[in-house]
């Protein structure tokens, strides 16, 4: 079965960092593209940060300069490195890939990032 496991979400003060893993059950090659997605309370779920295999990755404007999207393929992990937390990045944090192989979605459980003081 295909899956994503997201893991690394926890409470951080405002100015804090986090690291995002979202590991993969099969090879990342089938995946395009890979992307971290979030859901606050009460709002839409909202694309975060996009990572083609080629090409330039693509941010939010809320989280421009402050979050980063890497991957592992070695690793089929696909990662997510929050820096400069704020209390509005609250929210369940998901990863998303494009199953080229089975042309169908796939989404993690979630791992919940809360930034407070």
């Known amino acids: 079965q295909v899956q994503l496991v997201e893991s690394g979400g926890d409470l951080v003060q405002p100015g804090g960092s986090l690291r995002l893993s979202c590991a993969a059950s099969?090879?990342?090659?089938?995946?395009?593209?890979l992307a971290w997605y979030r859901q606050a309370p009460g709002k839409q779920r909202e694309v975060v940060a996009t990572k083609p295999r080629t090409g330039s990755s693509i941010y939010a404007d809320s989280v421009k300069g402050r979050f980063t999207i890497s991957r592992d393929d070695a690793k089929n992990t696909v990662y997510l490195q929050m820096n400069n937390l704020k209390p509005e990045d609250t929210a369940v944090y998901y990863c998303y890939g494009f199953d080229k192989s089975a042309m169908m979605d796939v989404w993690g459980q979630g791992t919940q990032v809360t930034v407070s003081s």
């Open positions: 099969v090879s990342i090659f089938r995946f395009e593209p």
